[in-house]
Each structure stands twice: as C-alpha cells, then as structure tokens.
C-alpha cells in the first residue's frame, strides 16, 4: 500500500534513464516529446537516494502511460549541461519540457502533488476566456497566484508576442487573453491592447505601459513586477517562496490558521497590510502559512524558529538558512475583537514592517563589539524562547 492507497503498489520497473550532454538535447527537444529531468547531485551512498527513488518511479509508473519519458541528470558530473539549463550549483531540481516549452517544478517532492501538477499543465501558455468555464477558471485564483489578463485583436501580432513572452513563465505565473469586447467587459479591460498583472491580496492591478507589445518587452515588465507583497505557500510552490531571499529583500513569516477566530482576523489584517505596502513589493515578502495544509512541518517549524505555533497567529522577520527570526509580539493586537481595536491593529503591525523595511529591526549581527547582554533565565523543556519586539 503506497501513500495510503490501498490498491496503489509499485510494480518494480524502473522507469528512469541517465541523461548526458551527448545525449540530452536530442533526446528532451525531440519532436512531440514530454519529458520529466530530475536534476540532482545525489550520489548513490546519499540517504536521500531512496526517497527520490520512490518518488520518481511511482510518478513514471503512472504518467508514462500518458506519454511522459522520465530522466535524470547529475549535476556533479554534467557541469556544463547543469550551467546550460541554469539549474544551480548543489540544488536539486525538476524541468519538465513539453511542446517546446521548458517549465520548473517548485513543489513537494510526493508522488500525489507532483503527478496531480503535471496532469493540469495547460497545452498552451495562454487561456483564452470566451466562454463561463474559462472566466471561472480566472476568477478562483484569485489570491492564489499571479495572474496576468490582456485583450487583443484574435490572430493580431500583438496576442503573438503576448503568447511567446507567456512562454517563459509557464508554472509560475498565469496568463489569460480575451478577444472580444463581452469577456473584455466580464474581466475589466476597456481597450485593445490593455494589459493588467493582478497580484495577490492585492486591491488594484498593473497596468502594462502601452508601449509594451513585443516580446521582450512583456517580458521585461512581468519580471519587473511578478513579485508580490505577500503569498500563500502552497504544495505546489513550496520551493519557489521557502528559499532564501534577495539580498535586497526582508522575508516576513506568518503562521495563520485560517478555521480559528484568531486566525481569520490576523489574516484578514494581513490583507489589509499586503495591498497597503504594494510599492514595496520585491523588497518585502510575506509568505502566508496555514500551518493545518503543513501539519508534518509544525514541529520542524517550531523547533526551528523557537515558536509555538498551535498558540495562535505568528508573525516574524525570518532567515531560513540561518533558521532564526524575529517575532512580533502578538500582545499589541487584539484579535478577539477584531472590529473594534481595526486601526491599532494596523498601526501596530505597520510600524513593526515600516522598522523593518528602515533597517531598525535587522537580522544581521553587527554587535559583535558590544558587550554581551546577560543570560536569559532558563526555559522550560519543550519550547525554545521566542525573539519578540
């Protein structure tokens, strides 16, 4: 029985070939081919071997019977195919190349999330809305991702360029067009040519420059503007937000259980803080986590931050390779009376990012020529103590 599954077994073949720089373009950019690479530096004495092992032959047992061929890669040895697909130096990684588009996958590493992603690849970098099931399909990712809309003229060089710019982005970002001027009005686009990236928890969307309508420059201004304030970490995007942030970056940490009254309100406040500070998107980050879609993590979370995250909401500045934060005292909020005490909620989480974004509040040590402080009293057993402000 496999992932609690009774009738799921693995059946022993492997399924899995050795790619090379001889033989790696010819093979992932055949005509009609969809390929999954793993890119690894695993040896074969590494412990994890067997976990990607295990996943990786369940995930080709069941999608190359819908045509997908699966390989893998060793970084260690393949330098230069390593620095030809930009996969970086000891980091393990998944490409899957479809119709001629090379899409990453930034998700947990289990059989159900991956082959569940790779089934909703869409055949074509862009959806076109024309009729309710697509507009539906818009709609409830609302929040979910970023999500880019325009309205073109059908079969006009501008849709063209829009499309081939969508490429480089696929499985990251979401791109829709309209044709025509009824699902032009449902999506709020008012003119040929208009062009809008909606972030989330966001308020109010980008506008593209109306210069914009080659190629490169889509591309230029999706990179430009793709980060939001905030997002919600997900099985499918874990890799993509649980990473170390620019340097120019301040990455803030929220832990919300969203089925709690506390939880509702503190995210609810962190709506409010996201769409307020979006100016500051690409320098301040906030990765919303609803530690119930989590719960193998909560104590490799706790224990790592010293936070005890079953309490209620968390909120902290973070540094995940030196696993360490800075955690906002929860005591100036209150959140059993959400309505109420509204403003001085805000005002009080807003003062803590505007210290942070000033640089008053800091991860780094620059006290190493200060005296110490005197040692904290001893902690109970079971919780480290917690940075609060």
Same mark, same amino acid.
């Given at each position: 029985m496999f992932l609690?599954?009774?009738?799921?077994?693995? %059946?022993?073949? #492997?399924?899995?070939? @050795?790619?090379?720089? &001889?033989?790696?373009?010819?093979?992932?950019? +055949?005509? %009609?081919? &969809?390929? @999954? @690479? !793993? !890119?690894? #530096?695993?040896?074969? %004495?590494? =412990?994890?071997?067997?976990?990607?092992?295990?996943?990786?032959?369940?995930? +080709?047992?069941?999608?190359?019977?819908?045509?997908?061929?699966f390989y893998t890669v060793n970084t260690t040895k393949e330098h230069r195919l390593r620095k030809q697909e930009e996969v970086e130096k000891g980091e393990d990684t998944i490409h899957v190349y479809k119709d001629g588009y090379k899409i990453e996958y930034n998700g947990v590493r289990d059989p159900e999330t991956f082959v569940s992603w790779l089934m909703d690849i869409p055949d074509d970098p862009v959806t076109i809305?024309?009729?309710?099931?697509?507009?539906?399909?818009? $709609?409830?990712m609302d929040d979910e991702c970023v999500r880019i809309i325009g309205y073109f003229e059908p079969g006009s060089v501008a849709l063209k360029e829009f499309e081939e710019a969508a490429e480089?982005? *696929?499985?990251?970002?979401?791109?829709? /067009?309209?044709?025509?001027?009824?699902? /032009?009005?449902?999506?709020g686009l008012k003119r040929v040519?208009?062009?809008? *990236?909606?972030?989330?928890?966001?308020?109010?969307?980008?506008? /593209?420059?109306?210069? /914009?309508?080659? $190629?490169?420059e889509f591309e230029e201004w999706v990179e430009k503007n793709k980060e939001p304030?905030?997002?919600?970490?997900t099985l499918d995007n874990y890799f993509n937000l649980w990473r170390d942030p620019e340097e120019d970056e301040k990455m803030i940490l929220a832990f919300v259980d969203e089925e709690t009254r506390e939880g509702r309100a503190m995210k609810k406040l962190l709506d409010k803080i996201a769409d307020e500070n979006s100016e500051h998107a690409g320098t301040l980050e906030i990765i919303l986590v609803d530690p119930d879609e989590f719960p193998l993590m909560v104590d490799v979370w706790e224990d790592m931050f010293g936070i005890d995250i079953e309490e209620g909401p968390q909120i902290g500045l973070i540094?995940?390779? $030196?696993?360490?934060?800075?955690?906002?005292? *929860?005591?100036?909020?209150?959140?059993?009376?959400? &309505?109420?005490? =509204? %403003?001085?909620?805000? $005002?009080?989480v807003q003062s803590w990012i505007d210290q942070i974004l000033s640089g008053s509040i800091s991860l780094d040590d620059d006290d190493d020529d200060e005296p110490e402080p005197? +040692?904290?009293?001893p902690t109970p057993k079971g919780k480290k103590s917690r940075k609060e402000l």
């Open positions: 609690g599954y009774p009738d799921l077994e693995y %059946d022993g073949f #492997d399924r899995t070939e @050795v790619l090379t720089e &001889k033989n790696f373009n010819r093979t992932v950019f +055949a005509e %009609d081919t &969809k390929s @999954v @690479v !793993f !890119f690894n #530096d695993v040896e074969e %004495d590494d =412990s994890e071997l067997d976990q990607y092992e295990c996943f990786l032959q369940l995930s +080709a047992q069941i999608m190359t019977k819908r045509g997908y061929n809305i024309n009729d309710e099931h697509d507009l539906e399909e818009f $709609e409830n480089d982005f *696929m499985g990251e970002i979401e791109f829709f /067009a309209v044709v025509t001027s009824k699902w /032009a009005r449902k999506v040519g208009e062009v809008q *990236m909606r972030r989330p928890f966001e308020e109010d969307p980008l506008f /593209a420059p109306t210069s /914009a309508d080659t $190629e490169e304030v905030m997002q919600k970490l540094d995940i390779s $030196e696993k360490e934060g800075i955690w906002f005292d *929860m005591s100036q909020v209150n959140l059993d009376d959400p &309505k109420k005490h =509204s %403003d001085s909620n805000f $005002e009080a005197p +040692a904290p009293p």
